[in-house]
């Protein structure tokens, strides 16, 4: 009888359920239209990707290219993933019934959720009240002081000229955080010090808050200089059910934006995470939310009090944490709420059950202030996924990381019992994970994951520059070991490359070596380690085998290795018998340019070699140009003067001085834009402008000139 009476209830929940879309259009790129696309598919649901001209070959669009992909345009975001009304015409024409927006983008733009009413489409996130009020950092701070949930001291009201806003600053006093209303993931946000900097701080912010988000209002609040960053995944449907899905630990950043995550977070007592969840579900609740979102705060770890910072009305980039503690497809609900059925678990069955971790794999550089980087993926290695490790990618070997867009490459997700576990798999993983190609932040993962502070759960958002001499140690220098498996990759590759010229008369025989009598022949393989450091490796060929002397330039013998047998397996992969010791390394050459100088492009190639499967075995080093044609370069530089070049493939944003221009030290020169985040370049010293070779609006390569100073001489 209970059987039956089961199976009636379970037929009428069934036959009550709406039922999914056929189609939907996800109007974003990367990862995360991947990771919306396998839900999807699963589901039985077809997709539309879109896609800017640079994003042709993307792997998201391959992935729907099954169903359909249209151009939106050319590769600047706001002509092309910004277009609202292209946007909603290629809906209408390939009959997707719903938008799923992603995140960034348009995923909290409340025009565009209104625009898709009026077009009788289906928006996949909150509704448009809910967006205005909680998108809107000011009016959601309203919401929350009414609901008794305290807020960060700060000015939030509708007055926007920069004088005023100063004033508020001072009234708040330094140090102040800017922020854009619109904003999230760190765009249009900067912290200011003192008042000096304020204003052009404030003009920086908004720049980059309208070209984000396409409005440039800012809030000015008080900058609590010790804070952890936790936040709540919260989910609504249209019933007047929310549920929270518990909290996440975001608090390790860089240029405010989140690089590592976890969930639940660290140290956090049962009481506490009652209370922040209880609070967050209400803030849902008081504005009618549906769907997705995250409830964040700001937590003080010693006087264990939390603030509400925000509600971003959207999947969140680290929302794959909490799906591993859960076991829950986020995606998934989002199909479900939006198609009007319920949630599908009721607070009580949400399951919390071990510790995930987040790692994003950024296309950055890390001891370059984490310099965002663009380039092609020359190779991709990932770690295998199972059921304690997720890869969330947007990109497969030879894709291209544009500078048009956020850097980030991939997501490396991965679960354990409890946290030691977690980090366990979390650092082995790191490990696995090769990318050649873009300078990535996988080193900085790696020796952040192993920190102690870290391991011991004492996590905040200033962690990075606390801990920053244990954070970037010493890159150390190569071993003789990996200097002559270098030496031996490139005579080897250099012979078979001649062999399938088919030239024995080639320069690789006749200049490469030098023959001595008999089958004996030699080569010196100059190779310059990733400092200062330069190194000559001696290769003598005898018959099948090798003999290697490896000394600095300077001559101090490092090592040797005789009678040593290598052959090269593949294209990339050696395998040498030193001494005692078999190895096998993976070898991926990457060519690129000395930085240029009067009109000189030297290249350079770079070798990245992998000595095991353990990512921290890998080494760079660099076969550096001829010695005159660098020569010639530094002599050209030197008669030109200083120069002032693009630290990264970037937008020239602005340029703020005039040839002539005398310019004191600390001012701002030029103004660049790269993956959507702003770098000032400022003058070293007190200068005069000689020349300036860049414009308003241009594209520029890493290494491009921008600007000649002439430095003034300073007094005897």
Not at 254 to 260: A, E, L, P, V, W
Not at 642 to 653: D, H, I, Q, T
Request: proline share 4%; with cysteine; hydrophobic share 40%.
């Amino acid at each position: 009888m209970r059987s039956v009476l089961l199976t009636s209830i379970l037929e009428s929940v069934s036959t009550n359920k709406k039922p999914l879309f056929d189609k939907i259009l996800i109007a974003n790129r990367g990862e995360i239209a991947c990771r919306v696309i396998k839900t999807a598919k699963k589901l039985g649901i077809k997709t539309v990707a879109i896609y800017s001209e640079v994003d042709k070959n993307s792997l998201h669009v391959q992935m729907a290219s099954a169903d359909e992909a249209f151009c939106v345009g050319p590769a600047p975001s706001s002509e092309s993933y910004l277009r609202m009304d292209t946007i909603i015409d290629i809906a209408k024409r390939s009959g997707a019934q719903a938008i799923h927006p992603g995140y960034g983008f348009l995923s909290e733009n409340a025009k565009f959720a209104t625009a898709l009413e009026k077009a009788g489409l289906t928006f996949i996130g909150p509704p448009v009240t809910a967006i205005t009020s909680m998108a809107s950092k000011s009016e959601s701070k309203d919401i929350m002081l009414a609901a008794s949930v305290p807020c960060v001291p700060g000015y939030h009201g509708s007055n926007q000229d920069a004088d005023f806003l100063l004033e508020e600053a001072k009234k708040i006093q330094f140090p102040v955080l800017i922020k854009a209303v619109l904003g999230g993931g760190g765009k249009g946000m900067r912290i200011v010090h003192e008042e000096s900097a304020f204003l052009e701080a404030l003009e920086s912010a908004r720049r980059e808050a309208l070209k984000s988000f396409g409005d440039d209002n800012v809030l000015v609040e008080k900058y609590i200089q010790k804070p952890r960053h936790i936040e709540v995944q919260v989910f609504g449907d249209s019933f007047g059910n929310a549920v929270s899905l518990w909290e996440r630990d975001c608090s390790v950043q860089r240029r405010h934006q989140k690089i590592i995550e976890e969930a639940p977070a660290p140290g956090i007592s049962a009481d506490i995470r009652k209370d922040l969840c209880d609070k967050a579900v209400a803030a849902a609740k008081a504005v009618g939310y549906v769907g997705a979102g995250t409830v964040e705060f700001i937590f003080d770890d010693e006087a264990k009090v939390f603030y509400f910072m925000e509600m971003n009305t959207r999947l969140q980039v680290e929302h794959p944490v909490t799906e591993m503690i859960t076991g829950q497809d986020l995606v998934d609900w989002q199909l479900q709420v939006a198609a009007g059925n319920p949630l599908p678990l009721k607070q009580e069955d949400i399951p919390l059950q071990g510790h995930a971790f987040e790692a994003r794999i950024y296309a950055e550089n890390p001891r370059n202030n984490f310099m965002p980087d663009a380039g092609t993926l020359l190779h991709l290695s990932t770690p295998a996924p199972s059921e304690s490790v997720r890869i969330e990618e947007g990109f497969r070997q030879g894709s291209a990381i544009e500078v048009y867009y956020d850097p980030l490459i991939a997501k490396l997700v991965v679960r354990g019992e409890d946290r030691t576990e977690a980090l366990r798999v979390l650092r082995k993983a790191l490990d696995e994970y090769r990318v050649v190609g873009v300078a990535t932040n996988i080193e900085f993962l790696r020796t952040l994951a192993s920190h102690p502070a870290f391991i011991d759960g004492e996590v905040e958002t200033g962690f990075i520059p606390k801990h920053y001499d244990a954070l970037f140690p010493v890159i150390p220098k190569p071993t003789a070991e990996v200097l002559a498996q270098s030496a031996l990759y490139i005579v080897l590759r250099d012979l078979a490359r001649e062999q399938q010229l088919g030239a024995s008369n080639s320069p690789w025989s006749t200049l490469s070596f030098r023959r001595f009598g008999g089958d004996v022949h030699k080569r010196i393989i100059s190779l310059n380690g990733s400092s200062e450091d330069a190194y000559h490796i001696h290769v003598s060929s005898v018959g099948t085998r090798f003999n290697i002397q490896v000394y600095t330039t300077a001559g101090e013998h490092l090592g040797e290795f005789n009678n040593v047998e290598a052959s090269l397996t593949d294209s990339n992969s050696l395998h040498a018998t030193l001494g005692q010791h078999q190895s096998r390394v993976t070898v991926v050459s990457q060519l690129g340019h000395h930085v240029p100088g009067a009109g000189v492009a030297a290249t350079e190639e770079k070798l990245h070699i992998f000595q095991s499967d353990d990512a921290r075995n890998r080494v760079m080093l660099i076969i550096p140009s001829p010695g005159w044609l660098i020569s010639l370069e530094k002599d050209a530089e030197k008669a030109k003067g200083g120069g002032m070049r693009a630290p990264m493939p970037s937008l020239v944003v602005d340029v703020k001085v005039a040839v002539g221009d005398k310019i004191k030290k600390g001012q701002a020169v030029v103004v660049l834009e790269s993956m959507k985040t702003e770098t000032v370049l400022r003058a070293e010293s007190n200068a005069v402008v000689v020349s300036i070779g860049c414009s308003k609006g241009d594209m520029v390569d890493e290494g491009k000139e921008l600007v000649i100073l002439k430095m003034e001489e300073t007094a005897a």
